[in-house]
């Protein structure tokens, strides 16, 4: 068998994603020793540590796992997005009515 290895996705080059909060958020394919005849890939996700200094994580995902991953955070993006809209459409706050006479 041949040993593991992590390629990573996406253009040449292309630098992890780093968040807001400092995390690295690095996208890798990851193939598994196997049989010529039966590979085993992941998509790999490797968030490096906060600022902090607070440890990262990484998971390991099969293709059909990382698509439903990829479907829930773009769901969640509409709904952030709505919300922002919504917010932004609306004033603050609204100045209180005048008395009527």
């Known amino acids: 068998m041949a040993e593991s290895e ?3 996705l996406g253009p040449a080059g292309e630098a992890p994603l780093v968040t807001s ?3 690295r958020i690095d996208v890798k394919l990851l193939r598994l020793a196997a049989p010529a005849d039966r590979p085993i890939s992941r998509v790999a996700l490797d968030v490096g540590p906060a600022r902090s ?3 990262g994580t ?3 995902l099969t293709m059909s796992e990382a698509l439903d991953l ?3 955070l773009m769901a969640q993006v509409c709904v952030a997005e709505t919300a922002e809209s919504a917010r932004v459409a609306a004033p603050a706050s609204t ?3 005048a008395p009527s006479a």
Request: proline share 17%; aromatic share 6%.
């Open 6 to 8: 992590h390629i990573r």
């Open 21 to 23: 909060c400092g995390r």
């Open 53 to 55: 200094g607070e440890p």
């Open 58 to 60: 990484w998971a390991s």
């Open 70 to 72: 990829a479907r829930r």
């Open 95 to 97: 100045p209180p009515r």
